[in-house]
């Protein structure tokens, strides 16, 4: 391979680097292209072909359909590993040993409460809050009762505030549902399993003395966690790595993901999908009407759930998933003609030649809402699930970052605004 690429402006030829990845992928450096022309910039709006940075968490192959967190299939971890090793591996590189997991989770354990005036914020939110929003401010709040989780610079303190935030973050996921739910608040139970005490939390009734695991519901919020852990530089990755490259915290940096995620074009999806699914079956099942409008330049509406901006055969995650929820329905012995239409829905898209000759596909959000609703959570904390499954992610993709110390991160642009004029004052207006 030639280990430069030739740009020619205006007759004179500028040479930049090659950089080859460990999946035979190839980037052209361009960190010195503005010094080097005198001033020229790219430009490629929604980043669809630049790199940010360099990673070793997360690779995807769109056209093969390929996911692998640290170089381990997302088919292989969604099988045969559980979401607090693969939130480990995530974090530190390596699957951990039975001693490194035993620890990781106790040290997470120890920090599975969060300050009873954060229960003070909770209720002043209506009830009517979209989750998300209560989800990221409660977040960032946690700044406040954790200021040493703030300026991180050890590992050591790295490592402190990531338990401490995979620790309080659950319990700030089902204090959200609860709220909406109005239903009183509990605490985690520490002789649980991670996945376990969080389906305590979020559904122990308030009559119950003691609530009962339901194996399938732990297999399948594990799976989904699991599948939705990391996925490289999405847009509210991105959002975690630039906030935290001004050094702004740990939580501030999650806060700010998890509004990014709550946007319909991204993890808000899963939501639309299932509002979608509901409305096709109100007007009857009419998949067609809706398939018309996708197609629709004049509509905005498009079809939720489908689409990628890097996956362009299918979404791996989609495949896994829908499989699960054929599985989980009839485990649970929940009939959901939601399930139909959306499979309907599927076959309909799979066949029309405006979404093959785009390649979209069902994603990730298409099939997970119909598993979630099954497992009794309401549509609007879909999107939180999300948030709490991509957490590991977030916080690895952060953690990353600082360590090999990224400069912050600040992009150009293209004025195309008004060129210098004279101020006028009002009488000449
Ligand atoms: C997630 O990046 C990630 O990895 C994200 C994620 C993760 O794990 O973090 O995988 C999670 O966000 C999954 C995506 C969830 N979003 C949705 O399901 C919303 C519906 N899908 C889209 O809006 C769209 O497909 C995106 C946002 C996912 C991707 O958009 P792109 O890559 O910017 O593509 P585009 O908007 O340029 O679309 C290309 C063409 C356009 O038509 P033309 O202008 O070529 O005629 O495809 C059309 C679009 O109008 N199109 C759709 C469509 N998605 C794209 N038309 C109808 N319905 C759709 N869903």
Redesign the pocket.
């Known amino acids: 391979m030639a280990n430069t690429a030739t740009l020619e402006i205006e007759g004179k030829k500028y040479e930049f680097p090659l950089i080859e990845g460990t999946e035979k992928e190839v980037a052209i450096d361009i960190k010195t292209l503005r010094g080097a022309t005198g001033g020229y910039i790219t430009l490629d709006s929604?980043y669809?072909n630049t790199g940010s940075c360099e990673s070793a968490i997360t690779f995807?192959d769109g056209e093969k359909g390929i996911l692998r967190y640290r170089g381990y299939s997302i088919e292989e971890l969604a099988e045969k590993a559980d979401f607090l090793e693969v939130a480990y591996l995530l974090i530190f590189g390596e699957l951990p040993t039975s001693e490194q997991l035993e620890k990781f989770h106790s040290d997470i354990k120890a920090h599975s409460v969060v300050d009873d005036d954060v229960k003070k914020i909770l209720d002043a939110f209506p009830k009517a809050a979209h989750p998300m929003g209560v989800l990221s401010s409660l977040t960032s709040a946690l700044t406040a009762f954790n200021p040493e989780s703030v300026n991180v610079d050890s590992e050591e303190d790295m490592y402190n505030a990531i338990v401490r935030l995979l620790g309080k973050l659950p319990i700030l996921v089902a204090w959200a549902m609860r709220k909406k739910k109005g239903l009183p608040l509990y605490y985690g139970d520490s002789s649980l399993g991670y996945v376990e005490n969080i389906l305590k939390m979020m559904f122990k009734q308030p009559n119950e003395d003691k609530y009962v695991q339901n194996p399938i519901l732990v297999n399948a919020l594990d799976k989904l966690l699991i599948l939705?852990a990391d996925?490289?530089q999405?847009?509210?990755?991105s959002t975690v790595r630039i906030t935290g490259s001004s050094h702004a915290g740990l939580f501030a940096s999650i806060s700010a993901g998890i509004s990014a995620?709550w946007g319909?074009?991204?993890?808000g999806?899963n939501q639309?999908?299932l509002e979608m699914l509901e409305a096709i079956k109100e007007d009857g099942g009419d998949t067609k009407k809706y398939m018309a409008k996708?197609?629709d330049?004049s509509d905005p509406f498009?079809?939720?759930?489908?689409?990628?901006?890097?996956?362009k055969n299918f979404?791996p995650?989609a495949r896994i998933i829908k499989v699960a929820a054929d599985e989980v329905l009839a485990d649970l012995g929940v009939t959901d003609p939601i399930l139909d239409i959306a499979k309907g829905l599927e076959q309909e898209a799979l066949n029309d030649e405006?979404?093959v000759k785009?390649k979209?596909y069902p994603?990730?959000?298409?099939y997970s809402g119909i598993i979630y609703r099954a497992m009794g959570i309401p549509v609007e904390m879909f999107t939180v699930m999300f948030a709490l499954g991509?957490l590991p992610g977030w916080i690895a993709q952060w953690r990353e970052m600082r360590l090999r110390k990224e400069p912050i991160g600040r992009p150009r642009q293209l004025y195309i605004g008004e060129t210098e004029r004279s101020f006028k004052s009002i009488s000449e207006r």
Do not use: Q
């Not at 498009?302 to 996956?311: A, C, E, Q, T």
């Not at 994603?363 to 298409?366: A, G, T």
């Open positions: 929604g669809k995807l939705h996925h490289e999405n847009c509210s990755t995620l319909p074009l991204h993890g999806a639309a999908v996708a197609k330049k498009r079809l939720m759930g489908f689409g990628h901006r890097v996956y979404d995650r405006y979404f785009r979209l994603n990730v959000d298409f991509r």
